[in-house]
């Protein structure tokens, strides 16, 4: 499995970014696909991400501001962020699991100034 992740950059504080990450090669049984995030000096964590065809979990930090959505024909998933704080600032890396395999995208710097 190969991921494709784009669509970071420097916005302000109170803007939008959308992220994208296209999925390529075996992924038949992917079962989980997300998003997860490094901020400087931080442990990565998980953003958003969900099991295919059910409900998404989300950080409580990013509730009502981030939305992760799929497009299943593109193999892609988007994550629209909404509402940017300096503290979503990091290094944003797509995820994916199949089986007990675990798929990482190139990481995509987004920074939120103030």
């Known amino acids: 499995v190969q991921l494709q992740a784009s669509g970071g950059g420097l916005v302000q504080g109170g803007g939008s970014l959308r992220l994208s990450c296209a999925a390529s090669?075996?992924?038949?049984?992917?079962?989980?696909m997300g998003w997860y995030r490094q901020a400087p000096g931080k442990q990565r964590e998980l953003v958003a991400g969900?099991?295919?065809?059910?409900?998404?979990e989300y950080a409580d930090s990013v509730k009502g501001r981030f939305t992760l959505s799929r497009d299943n024909a593109k193999k892609t998933i988007y994550l629209q962020m909404n509402s940017l704080k300096p503290e979503d600032t990091g290094v944003y890396y797509c995820?994916?699991?199949?089986?007990?395999?675990?798929?990482w995208g190139q990481g995509t710097q987004v920074t939120v100034s103030s």
């Open positions: 090669g075996s992924i038949f049984s992917i079962n989980f």
């Open positions: 969900g099991i295919s065809g059910d409900s998404t």
């Open positions: 995820y994916a699991r199949r089986g007990v395999n675990n798929y």
